[in-house]
């Protein structure tokens, strides 16, 4: 399977670190002309088009999609990357904290996913993934805002793929697992606390970003043409059975 986005523009945000910085690096390698959204870029990204972008802000998103507009003249793919993390048990947890978190994770997608309507429909076709995570099936003590913001963005990707169908527009979601970035800190946790995390997979290693990448290309392609209003587990297989380990246990056998 040949997957080349030669000649579409593809947006990706929260572009400039992270899991957003690989899908931009791995849409630029399949040949996409790719924009990177994000509040700042502490590192160029050879070869794609950069914008300083707040995806909380309506005109800051309104002046990014027509900037990619009049300096491309289409929009092929949209993905929906930027997020934060927020925690804190309900009962001590600061409303503004609450707020930033749906603020970025929802309304982010909303408007972003709002703005470049027009030009995917004018096109008869297009692509818009978004960013769940696996918080949005199996929610974290002390995650309130962030499980809460991520089952959101699920039932808003599932609504806007029913309202874009007719033109040709597939809407999905993706749900990665544990990748370890400066937000979850998972690779600076004690030995034993990560033993205890990877016990819960099925394939028994940290996620990559790559694996995300190869999901999000997939649902980019020609080839998920008649996938929509899906959200796929990309995991690793996290709690698919009640014990993972017991897999690895058995192999050793």
Not at 152 to 180: C, D, K
Request: negative net charge; charged residues 20%.
């Amino acid at each position: 399977m040949l997957i080349d986005f030669a000649g579409q523009v593809v947006i990706v945000s929260g572009g400039g670190r992270g899991i957003g910085r690989g899908l931009v690096e791995r849409f630029h390698a399949e040949n996409a002309t790719v924009v990177a959204l994000d509040l700042d870029f502490a590192e160029p990204i050879d070869g794609v088009r950069t914008i300083r972008c707040d995806v909380t802000d309506t005109g800051s998103v309104n002046d990014a999609i027509a900037a990619v507009e009049q300096e491309f003249g289409r929009i092929d793919v949209l993905v929906n990357n930027a997020g934060i993390n927020v925690e804190g048990a309900v009962e001590s947890l600061d409303p503004e904290r609450w707020r930033a978190c749906f603020d970025v994770n929802v309304f982010g997608v909303f408007a972003l996913s709002r703005a470049v309507i027009p030009a995917m429909k004018r096109a008869g076709r297009g692509r818009i993934i978004n960013a769940a995570s696996f918080a949005a099936i199996i929610p974290s003590v002390g995650a309130a805002a962030y499980g809460a913001s991520k089952a959101a963005v699920v039932q808003f990707t599932r609504v806007l793929a029913s309202e874009l169908g007719p033109w040709n527009i597939t809407v999905n979601a993706y749900a990665p697992g544990m990748i370890p970035t400066a937000m979850n800190g998972f690779a600076d946790m004690a030995v034993d606390r990560q033993e205890r995390l990877l016990d819960t997979l099925s394939l028994r290693r940290w996620e990559r970003p790559e694996d995300v990448a190869d999901l999000v290309c997939f649902l980019a392609s020609d080839y998920a043409g008649y996938i929509t209003g899906a959200l796929v587990d990309v995991s690793g297989g996290k709690f698919a059975t009640q014990m993972p380990s017991l897999g690895y246990d058995r192999a050793a056998l």
